[in-house]
């Protein structure tokens, strides 16, 4: 469990007496939470019917209803759990499995590729870039895949410059044609102008991550705020005598309409939450592995479409119950 997405809290779903994820949870009068079948097999097995935390006593055996909002948030939860579970660590994908282009039987794992070349060396064929005066000029990299894309597809020459008015890598001969009149300079020195925004890119997305998650909290604390308001409401109605049953009925409806509609418009906040930091963090993981990479065409071609995510503006977005225990009380107080 400890694996789990730290979006969720794990102690928010475990039952305190398996103490494991809820399994059809019950909400107790006092206000605790309990696999339905736990609590049912605690009280049988005493005297006493009583809440195994508080030790709060009860007359009687409540009568318990599944909590629904907690048993959809725990399955969720489980969700996150085996999801993390199988996924694999991200990785840069140019940078996985790059064969050797020489060897012709067996091929090795490359070691480095040649933008000169455009081919990719295994330790033994990569021998005379190291030795050959002719080859010691060349540029060597870390493998990658598909080194067609570093050529000018126009003019087959190799991509040198990054044009920014156009954000494409570009070579000499499309400086003077196509591109000519842009803001053009050297891939190197638009490689090292970006590293110097990284972190500051890597931060933001970190804040934005922290706000969401509180975002989170915020809302899983009114939605169960909800829920008590909803628990104590009905509770007022089951102390009332026969003779107000029909107007604790439609009462309690429109409590549970307005429930629906506040859980579903939580879960319609919490579903595009969630999703939102898990991109984030995928976005944060991902430039930090490209942030490692000596590759300036990739770095260049990847950069700007990870380091500034575009979010929803959560600030004054909230979920309120507007469902108050004291006016049902008043109003029963009335009734009697």
Known sequence: MAAASGLLSEDKFLCPVCLDVFTEPVSTPCGHNFCSECIQKYWDSSDICQCPLCKKRFSTRPDLQVNT??????????????????????????????????????????????????ASFCEVHLEPHQRVAGFKSHILFD??????????????????????????????????TNHKGHDVVPLEEEYEELMAIKDAAMANIQSMIQ???????????????????????????????????????????????????????AEGFLTDLKMEVAELKGRSSQLEQLSQSVDHHHF???????????????????????????????AMTQLK
């Not at 309690?252 to 309409?257: F, G, L, R, S, T």
């Not at 990870?306 to 469902?323: E, M, Q, R, Y």
């Open 69 to 118: 909002v907690l048993s959809e948030l725990a399955a969720e939860f489980k969700m996150l759990v085996q999801v993390k579970a199988s996924s694999p660590d991200p990785q840069l994908p140019e940078t996985a499995d790059v064969l050797c282009d020489i060897c012709s039987e067996v091929k090795e794992k490359a070691v480095q590729s040649c933008l000169m070349c455009l």
């Open 143 to 176: 493998p990658v895949k598909n080194l067609d894309d570093r050529m000018c597809k126009t003019h087959n020459k190799i991509t040198e410059l990054y044009c920014r008015t156009d954000q494409d890598c570009i070579c000499v001969l499309c400086f003077k």
């Open 211 to 265: 706000c969401q998650s509180e975002k989170i909290a915020e809302i899983e604390k009114s939605v169960d705020e909800a829920r008590m308001a909803k628990a104590a409401s009905v509770q007022v109605f089951k102390d009332l005598i026969r003779s107000i049953q029909r107007s604790q009925a439609e009462l309690v409806e429109a409590i549970e309409e307005r429930y629906r509609t506040i859980k579903q418009t």
């Open 300 to 330: 260049l071609q990847s950069f700007p479409t990870l380091c500034f995510p575009v979010n929803k503006d959560w600030t004054d977005i909230g979920v309120h119950s507007g469902l108050s225990f004291e006016a049902v009380r008043d």
